[in-house]
């Protein structure tokens, strides 16, 4: 147990550095910002409490804020997701298989995995990039800087899952 609590403190401290440092220096045009960090969320094992999953996207987004001086936007949409992502799991893996513990690219399989890190990074990008324009107006770029950011992402997202969060 305790081997597995610093395995995910170990994730969740690479994965704020990696895009504190590297991602978060990835822009092009304003447009392309990839957010890897979503990730922890959406790795997080699946009998996870409600009220620790919250507190763990908190303590990530605001982490992420910190570094970013971003006013609580990264808070707010790791929270979101964080609060979404059992509908999302109920609504991608069948009732038999929801209890499953850890949520990875070979539990779920590829399609239900890519399903779910889709759905769970637009949501995302989707409610940050709308906090961050905070105008309807802005309606066209919000969602253009969230179809460009969400592939990169997602991507980012395979290739840790393949090479840092392999089949335990």
């Known amino acids: 147990m305790m081997s ?3 395995r995910w403190i170990g994730r969740f401290v690479f994965l704020v550095l990696f895009q504190v440092f590297i991602l978060n220096n990835i822009q ?10 979503v990730l922890f969320i959406l790795s997080l094992p699946t009998n996870i409490s409600r009220s620790n999953l919250l507190f763990v996207a908190f303590a990530l987004g605001f982490t992420i804020d910190i570094f970013e001086n971003s006013g609580g936007a990264h808070t707010s949409a790791t929270l979101t997701l964080a609060f979404l992502r059992p509908f999302i799991i109920r609504f991608v893996m069948p009732a038999t298989e929801q209890n499953m513990g850890r949520v990875n ?3 779920m399989g590829t399609g239900r995995f ?3 890190s889709t759905l769970g990074v637009l949501i995302h990008h989707l409610w940050f990039f709308s906090l961050e324009a905070f105008r309807v107006s802005e309606l066209i770029p919000i969602l253009s800087r969230t179809l460009v950011s969400a592939p990169i992402t997602l991507l980012l997202i395979y290739i840790t899952q393949l090479f840092v969060y392999r089949e335990e």
């Open 4 to 6: 597995e609590n610093l």
């Open 105 to 107: 690219l070979w539990t």
């Open 28 to 37: 092009l045009a304003g447009y392309l910002n990839p957010y890897l960090y």
């Open 114 to 116: 890519f399903t779910y």
